[in-house]
């Protein structure tokens, strides 16, 4: 195991990972950025170190800054949690070449799945059921049409790199297409740095399912069953569930057992997530794999018991799995409610402030994971994530009525935030039914949708 | 219930006085140690507001006093004190003396520097080692009770600091000694991040009055590294 490990990221998740390290005994230092040095991560931390101003690109996703503070600070391996430098392939390297350990897979799995449309012909090789796309990256607004058309539309246009649905367009006719293209790439260009895009078929009423894996370095691996995350906003999580509602109990282990079968056959190694689109006859089109720990991965560790932070930790220090799938027992439904900084009345824009009161729910099967508090300043630099409500119950109905519960008891005063479109979610007869598809609140327009629940 | 507000704050501003567990060539040791802690309490409750009110009426970035075996370095911090440093043995369930949380809180009537103020020092035998008193938590917390005082007040109070450019090893320069005369952007070291030379740049014109951090140190990013006295500061007051 590790002896420190700098934590490089902010906000819950570097208070997740601390809390891992924590439970591991191992100690751990928390880099930040100038804003957030009175962040709760760094008031808990064993240490802290600032390693740049608020602008990300200075701190956060500096490589050099990062290595550095963890050399003087004497530790053995970073955790770079999600977003940020946590996917990127010649960093996990640059980690490696100074004798430190990235935690999450080794530069060289990073690279095998870097590519999007690359990974989906891999894992298409072993056996996954892949959606249609495009072959190889669109070299121009030629080829591009050219594609489209063999694919037939409507298709997505999405970048190879990142995610967070930016840089993603869906289009329905040429001529939107070759406009789209182009807010595409710089969109692409700007956030991850790689303009280079493709393109997949795009489902009207499809379901977003993924399986949660974990693989040790010994090509050993389980799966931990799944997570609905159909509901979203313009292809931005806002409410993730499992087990999902849009398949049998039988399609679902089938799913997974064909999911984890893949990917330690590709050689993937430590925690990952396969993501799927499920069509309306409930069939599976793999889509990507993120190879880090997801923002929703509570859901996970509600159903299965299992500390995926830990895991992957564990992972990363070359230790083995020590689980065998049979051991795997998920129990009940939960779901995680995103807590962001964001103002449903005025189209979902983000928002900073200060923190006047905070009280975070309890009671049977709920967890909160946050950094707030009372009198923190949510800067306006980061992403608009506050938190993460997550609701467990023996059944589906009961995790909702929990749910329910809990987001009434949420305090948050001070900062606008996102809780009246959960509420709202959770009036939803689509969703209540468990037929909710990742197009429903685009479709209806957040604004009706509240209003919806308004009335109901 | 939400917590109360002032209550996060006591737990927030961690200006709580810590001896590092890692005892230094001049630390003293067993017996000694109760008479170490008496002496703490005599210099936070005689020495220290003293000299937060020196260090404010004059108008100087530093001051040091010694007492006994104790020296006690007091240091305005520039938008914040600095963090790093912090020893897992200054997590908060070992701190010690914790009434004296809170420490930098402006608890005085008289002007006094704000929040987690980078309580410096340490055993007289021992310049270079890690720090027997040491400020513990982030101490920016503090500056919600009273904002706007600190930026108000502090600049002019203050001489002009050289700050870290980067996170490393700083290596000070031939101009980042006591007396040089300085010229606003001047190169007074560099700060070593990954190999990578980062220059540390004097801020104003003026007078290099103290080096804060010895050669070889690791440094975060804006961390105090050269103290200035600023030319026309002299005779200003």
């Not at chain 1, 806002?238 to 509602?245: K, S």
């Amino acid at each position: 195991m590790f002896n420190k490990i700098l934590i490089a990221n902010r906000g819950e998740i570097a208070l997740r990972v601390l809390r891992a390290c924590r439970t591991l005994g191992v100690e751990a230092v928390v880099a930040y950025s100038e804003p957030d040095r009175a962040s709760l991560p760094v008031q808990l931390a064993d240490e802290a170190i600032c390693i740049g101003p608020s602008d990300a690109r200075r701190s956060y996703l500096s490589a050099p800054a990062v290595i550095s503070a963890a050399i003087v600070t004497g530790c053995d391996a970073i955790h770079p949690g999600y977003g940020f430098l946590s996917e990127d392939e010649t960093f996990a390297e640059v980690v490696r070449a100074h004798d430190l350990t990235f935690i999450g897979p080794p530069p060289e799995v990073l690279d095998r799945f870097a590519s999007k449309e690359g990974t989906r012909r891999l894992l298409g090789s072993y056996g996954l059921p892949t959606i249609p796309g495009s072959v190889g990256m669109l070299r121009d607004d030629e080829h591009a049409l050219e594609e489209a058309a063999r694919i037939g539309y409507p298709v997505l246009i999405k970048p190879s790199a990142g995610g967070g649905g930016k840089g993603m367009r869906m289009v329905r006719t040429p001529r939107e297409l070759e406009s789209a293209i182009k807010v595409c790439r710089s969109e692409a260009k700007s956030a991850f740095g790689d303009d280079s895009l493709y393109l997949e078929k795009w489902l009207d009423e499809n379901r977003h399912v993924e399986v949660q894996v974990a693989v040790d370095r010994y090509g050993h691996g389980v799966h931990l069953g799944e997570r609905d995350c159909s509901v979203q906003r313009r292809h931005q999580k806002i409410l993730e569930e499992g087990p999902t509602p849009a398949m049998s109990p039988a399609a679902r282990a089938e799913l997974c057992e064909r999911a984890i079968h893949a990917v330690v056959a590709a050689g993937y190694e430590n925690v990952g997530t396969l993501e799927f689109l499920v069509d309306a006859n409930g069939d599976p089109f793999f889509i990507e794999i993120n190879c880090r720990i997801q923002v929703e991965h509570p859901v996970t560790e509600m159903l299965t018991g299992i500390d995926l932070v830990v895991t992957q930790i564990r992972i990363a220090a070359g230790e083995p799995l020590g689980l065998a799938q049979a051991e795997i027992q998920p129990r009940g439904h939960a779901i995680e409610f995103r807590i962001n900084a964001e103002d449903p009345a005025h189209d979902f824009r983000p928002g900073a402030g200060t923190v006047q009161r905070y009280h975070a729910p309890g009671g049977p099967g709920i967890r909160m994971d946050s950094h707030l508090f009372p009198g923190y300043e949510v800067p306006p630099f980061y992403d608009s994530l506050l938190g993460k409500l997550i609701a467990w119950g023996p059944d589906r109905a009961t995790a909702i009525e929990r749910g329910r519960a809990a987001l009434d008891e949420l305090v948050v005063d001070g900062i606008t935030t996102n809780v009246e479109i959960h509420k709202a979610i959770l009036a939803n007869d689509a969703f209540l039914e468990g037929r909710i598809t990742t197009n429903l609140l685009d479709r209806v327009g957040s604004a009706a949708f509240l209003a919806a629940a308004a009335r109901s | 219930m939400p917590e109360d507000p002032s209550a996060a704050r006591a737990r927030t501003d961690g200006d709580a006085v810590t001896r590092t567990g890692d005892a230094s060539p001049g630390a003293p040791e067993g017996g000694d140690r109760v008479a170490d802690l008496a002496g703490i309490d005599r210099l936070l409750d005689g020495l220290v507001p003293t000299l937060m009110a020196k260090v404010a009426t004059l108008g100087v970035g530093e001051l040091e006093v010694r007492q006994g075996d104790w020296r006690i370095r007091l240091r305005r911090p520039i938008g914040g004190p600095s963090q790093f440093g912090r020893r897992a043995t200054d997590r908060p369930g070992q701190r010690i003396h914790p009434g004296h949380e809170g420490l930098g809180a402006p608890a005085t009537p008289r002007p006094a520097p704000q929040g987690g103020s980078a309580l410096g020092g340490g055993p007289a035998t021992n310049g270079s080692g890690g720090p027997a008193l040491a400020a513990v938590g982030p101490g920016h917390r503090a500056d919600t009770a009273g904002q706007g005082d600190e930026p108000a007040e502090l600049p002019s109070a203050h001489g002009p600091v050289a700050t870290s450019p980067a996170v490393g090893v700083f290596q000070p320069g031939a101009k980042a000694v006591g007396g040089t005369r300085v010229q606003a952007g001047d190169r007074l070291g560099v700060v070593d991040m990954l190999g990578v030379p980062q220059d540390v740049l004097a801020p104003a014109d003026g007078i290099v009055i103290g080096v804060i951090v010895e050669a070889g140190t690791a440094v975060e990013y804006g961390q105090d590294l050269v103290h200035i006295e600023a030319s026309g500061a002299v005779g200003a007051r």
